[in-house]
Each structure stands twice: as structure tokens, then as C-alpha cells.
């Protein structure tokens, strides 16, 4: 069975793989721009989305609701955080290997971006 390209996209958001290009099967963007990522860049991408996303559900109750945060997470490929309220934030991206690149995705659009990083590569 062959397998098929993927681009997913929302409010604020865009999320692709392509497991048939030769170097960069993935991308990440949105509305107004992309960056194409290796697979293994896409694989940190989505597992630290991920965890920043439980980190911040995790902070929730040890937070009053004006109280704003941060949490890092990075791979020897890339640094993310998550910057804002528990239940709202923003999240950066910065390539650390190669080629540099930076992005940001608002807090309204985090939520399908996480959702949709967790079933992107699911067949």
C-alpha cells in the first residue's frame, strides 16, 4: 500500500507529511507561511508539541487563572515553548540544526495544531 501525503490545516495552522520526498517529508506553518521539516524534525515537532501541551494541562491547578507561564522543551533538532495561561498560550518553534528558522503559532490556533501533531502520522 502506498503511502499518502498528508496536509493538514486550521485556524492559524498548517501540518503536512509527505512520506515520499527524499529529504523533507514534513511542514509546518500557517496561513501566511511554512517551513519544510525532516522527518525526524517533524517527529520532535509533534512529541514536544505534545508534552508542552500535557505540561501546561498539568500546571492548570497549581495556577490562579491571571497567572501567566513558560516551559521549554527541545530535541538536539529543535526548541520549543509554551508562553501563556494554562489553558491558552503560544507556542515557538526554532530549528537548531541546518538551515535556521523560527515560528510561532497564536494561542488560538495551538489547539488543532496539538490536536492534529498527535494524529498525523497515524494510519
Known amino acids: ?16 507529511w509527505d512520506p515520499n520526498a527524499t529529504e523533507f517529508r514534513g511542514l509546518v506553518g500557517t496561513d501566511a507561511w511554512a517551513i519544510e521539516l525532516t522527518e525526524a524534525e517533524l517527529d520532535d515537532f509533534c512529541r514536544l508539541a505534545l508534552q508542552l501541551s500535557q505540561t501546561m494541562q498539568q500546571m492548570q491547578s497549581e495556577l490562579m487563572d491571571e497567572e501567566r507561564i513558560s516551559c521549554e522543551a527541545e530535541s538536539d533538532l529543535i526548541w520549543m515553548e509554551a508562553e501563556g495561561f494554562s489553558h491558552a498560550y ?6 537548531l540544526n541546518g538551515r535556521r528558522a523560527e515560528a510561532e ?5 495551538v489547539p488543532g495544531l496539538v490536536q492534529a501533531a498527535q494524529m498525523l502520522k497515524v494510519f
Do not use: F, H, P, T
Open 1 to 16: 500500500m502506498e503511502k499518502v501525503r498528508q496536509l493538514k490545516s486550521g485556524s492559524g495552522w498548517r501540518l503536512g
Open 90 to 95: 503560544r507556542l515557538r518553534l526554532i530549528l
Open 105 to 109: 503559532w497564536s494561542e488560538a490556533s
